[in-house]
């Protein structure tokens, strides 16, 4: 829900209630928890990123795709795990010398054209997560 409402260039409102002695409620903790360790890898994707030209597209194994940008970085965030190792996603172009890289890993990833769409080869296998980012970035 977080990367769906930044890539609309909304605000997410966590509703986090604290008892009355000030501790927060076992449940909304754990999700608390669980938001704070995706950003700790992926919140290069949603900090100080804006909407891009638009906010979504599809995997071709309809893994659904959202979008934030930030200087000369697009952000291809996959709202849930691919099962293939190459990720197609559709209408979206990447001019050559592009660097595109999964957050939280160093390693360069291969990635081709074809028509209309990229194809992302991922490293296998992926952690089993809500979502996943890619960096596109122009290397300056």
């Given at each position: 829900m977080l990367v769906d409402i930044v890539s609309k260039n909304g605000n997410l409102l966590l509703?986090?209630?604290?008892?009355?002695d000030g501790?927060?409620?076992?449940l909304q903790r754990k999700c608390l928890l669980g938001l704070g360790?995706?950003?700790?890898?992926?919140?290069?994707?949603?900090?100080?990123?804006?909407?891009?030209?638009?906010?979504?597209?599809?995997t071709s194994a309809?893994?659904?795709?959202?979008?934030t940008r930030k200087e000369n970085m697009l952000y291809?965030?996959?709202?849930?795990?691919?099962?293939e190792v190459e990720?197609?996603?559709?209408?979206?172009?990447?001019?050559?010398?592009?660097?595109v890289r999964l957050l939280g890993s160093d390693e360069r990833l291969k990635w081709r054209q074809s028509g209309d769409d990229l194809i992302v080869r991922l490293p296998a296998p992926l952690p089993d997560q809500p979502a996943h980012a890619l960096r596109m970035s122009v290397p300056t």
């Open positions: 509703n986090v209630g604290p008892r009355a501790s927060i409620h076992e360790a995706w950003l700790d890898v992926n919140g290069e994707a949603i900090w100080g990123t804006r909407p891009w030209s638009r906010a979504e597209s599809m309809g893994v659904p795709v959202r979008f291809a965030i996959l709202l849930d795990t691919p099962q990720v197609r996603i559709r209408s979206l172009g990447a001019a050559a010398g592009v660097e």
